[in-house]
């Protein structure tokens, strides 16, 4: 079993609702199991200044799939979800990326582990250390030393 943890993202077509079956799928994923859903948070778009408001959470999966199974079930369920690709940060019905699997550092062509812009995103980090206080990214610092960086980025806690 590896503890995977999983950023959710959505910004489209009632993206709080997005992201609450995004957590009923990642519950239903093969030998898998949800371990922690974080709260939702209502975040400020960063890259792309010019759209919506995101809700943003994070998710901790025990599985049993090996990093490119996990990366590709996410895409699958993105996709269920509506998601099309324009350009890069674009407003998306849903985006899962996967931020942490076990203590693995992973660049392949298609998915790199740790996500390579998690530690400068408060809407990644805060969510994260919600349900994971200790963690840490492999080949940086601790979660909560980024998140210290990113205090002017907006982040609210929903209800
Ligand atoms: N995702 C991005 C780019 N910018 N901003 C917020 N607030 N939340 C996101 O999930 C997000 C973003 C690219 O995936
Ligand atoms: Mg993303
Ligand atoms: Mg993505």
């Known amino acids: 079993m590896t503890l995977a943890y999983i950023g959710i993202g959505s910004n489209l077509e009632e993206p709080r609702?997005?992201?609450?079956?995004?957590?009923?799928?990642?519950?239903?994923?093969p030998r898998s199991r949800l371990a922690r859903r974080s709260s939702l948070?209502?975040?400020a778009p960063l890259g792309h200044a010019d759209q919506?408001?995101?809700?943003?959470?994070?998710?901790?999966?025990?599985?049993?799939?090996?990093?490119?199974?996990?990366?590709?079930?996410?895409?699958?369920?993105?996709?269920?979800?509506?998601?099309?690709?324009?350009?890069a940060n674009a407003p998306r019905?849903?985006?899962?990326?996967?931020?942490?699997?076990g203590h693995a550092s992973i660049a392949g062509p298609g998915l790199v582990v740790p996500h390579p812009r998690?530690?400068?995103r408060a809407f990644v980090l805060q969510p994260l250390l919600e349900i994971a206080p200790a963690?840490?990214?492999?080949?940086?610092?601790a979660a909560a030393a980024s998140l210290a960086a990113c205090e002017q980025?907006?982040?609210?806690?929903l209800a």
């Open 17 to 29: 609702a997005q992201v609450s079956r995004a957590f009923d799928e990642l519950a239903r994923l």
């Open 41 to 43: 948070y209502r975040t």
């Open 52 to 87: 919506p408001d995101f809700i943003n959470a994070v998710a901790a999966l025990d599985t049993e799939l090996g990093a490119e199974e996990l990366f590709r079930e996410l895409q699958a369920i993105e996709h269920r979800h509506g998601r099309t690709r324009s350009f």
């Open 93 to 101: 019905t849903l985006d899962l990326d996967l931020l942490l699997y």
């Open 118 to 120: 998690m530690h400068e």
């Open 135 to 141: 963690a840490q990214i492999p080949g940086r610092s």
């Open 153 to 157: 980025q907006k982040i609210e806690r």
